[in-house]
């Protein structure tokens, strides 16, 4: 499949993503032993690697600090093809990190997640964005605000997609809608 006369867009969150397994049951308020992963992550990133493994041009718009987990992030990006260019960089803060604890059964037990470094890719970041979203075959907003997902699709019609957030209260009914705005037939 030739993909290279589409581009997409993705704009959203981009984690490090850690997660923590045991073998035995959680005992709270204690440490417990298991084993610690930790890998890229976030919806956006998630579906600009999807996109960039399967040969599609992808730029991805997020918020990324200048620690290691923003410089984590960017290396892998780098990686796998996905443009950072018109993302945000935020000095002296932490990139958006999301941790989950898995039960002996592999469900988790706990999630918790900070991105309030998204809070940076404001309406007006993504207006400044406007040319490269309005030259995007695909644009995929996922994990802001309706506001900026809306602004992302730069007045065009959106099409709602559904994804299984990491956990139930990241959406009340257990399936969270991220936007995508389809130009190709411009």
Do not use: K
Request: proline share 6%; with cysteine.
């Amino acid at each position: 499949m030739n993909n290279q006369r589409i581009h997409a867009v993705a704009v959203g969150a981009a984690n490090i993503d850690v997660h923590g397994f045991t073998d035995r049951p959680l005992v709270m308020r204690d440490s417990n032993p298991g084993r610690i992963r930790t890998c890229p992550g976030g919806v956006a990133r998630n579906i600009a690697e999807n996109l960039a493994r399967l040969g599609v041009p992808v730029d991805l718009i997020t918020a990324l600090g200048d620690d290691a987990g923003g410089a984590s992030l960017r290396a892998s990006c780098r990686a796998l093809g996905i443009r950072l260019d018109r993302g945000v960089e935020v000095p002296g803060h932490p990139s958006s990190t999301y941790m989950a604890i898995m039960d002996e059964e592999g469900d988790m037990a706990i999630g918790l997640s900070d991105m309030r470094i998204l809070d940076h890719v404001t309406p007006e970041h993504l207006e400044s964005c406007a040319p490269l979203l309005s030259e995007a075959g695909v644009v995929v907003a996922g994990r802001l605000s309706d506001r900026r997902d809306h602004g992302a699709a730069g007045g065009r019609p959106v099409r709602e997609g559904l994804h299984r957030p990491p956990s139930p209260s990241a959406s009340a009914g257990g399936w969270s809608a991220f936007s995508v705005v389809s130009t190709a037939s411009r």
